[in-house]
C-alpha cells in the first residue's frame, strides 16, 4: 500500500494550491482518505476527509469555505484543493486511509507528507 502525495509548495496568504494523494494497493472505493496537517511545535490536526463508500466528506472548521477534498476514483487520487490560503495554514500535508467512512486512524496507512507554506 502506498499512498503520495504531491503539490505542496510556497505561496503568497490569499493564494491557492492543490494537493494530490496518489493512492496504490488499496481497495480505493472502500476507503475513507482524509488529509491531516502538523505544524512546528503543534499537534497533528485533521483537515478534510473524503469517504469513498458513500461519497461524504467532513471538514475542520478552520478550513470550511475554503478548501475543497474531492476524489477520483478511476485514477485512485484524493484532491485537496486549497483557496484564501492564510500563515496559519503552513504545515506539513499528509494524506492518510482508512476502511470507510471513518476518519483514518494512525494505525491506518499514511503518506511521507508534503510541506505547504504560506507567506504574509
Known amino acids: 500500500v502506498q499512498l503520495v502525495e504531491s503539490g505542496g509548495g510556497l505561496v503568497q496568504a490569499g493564494g491557492a494550491l492543490r494537493l494530490s494523494c496518489a493512492t496504490s494497493g488499496l481497495p480505493f472505493e472502500e476507503f475513507a482518505i482524509a488529509w491531516f496537517r502538523q505544524a512546528p511545535g503543534k499537534e497533528r490536526e485533521r483537515v478534510a476527509c473524503?469517504?469513498?463508500?458513500?461519497?461524504?466528506?467532513y471538514y475542520a472548521d478552520a478550513v470550511k469555505g475554503r478548501f475543497t477534498i474531492s476524489s477520483d476514483n478511476a485514477k485512485n487520487t484524493v484532491y485537496l484543493q486549497m483557496n484564501s490560503l492564510r500563515p496559519e495554514d503552513t504545515a506539513v500535508y499528509y494524506c492518510?486511509?482508512?476502511?470507510?467512512?471513518?476518519?483514518?486512524?494512525?494505525?491506518?496507512?499514511w503518506g511521507q507528507g508534503t510541506q505547504v507554506t504560506v507567506s504574509s
Open positions: 492518510a486511509g482508512g476502511l470507510g467512512p471513518y476518519w483514518p486512524t494512525p494505525e491506518d496507512y
Open positions: 473524503y469517504s469513498n463508500p458513500d461519497g461524504n466528506t
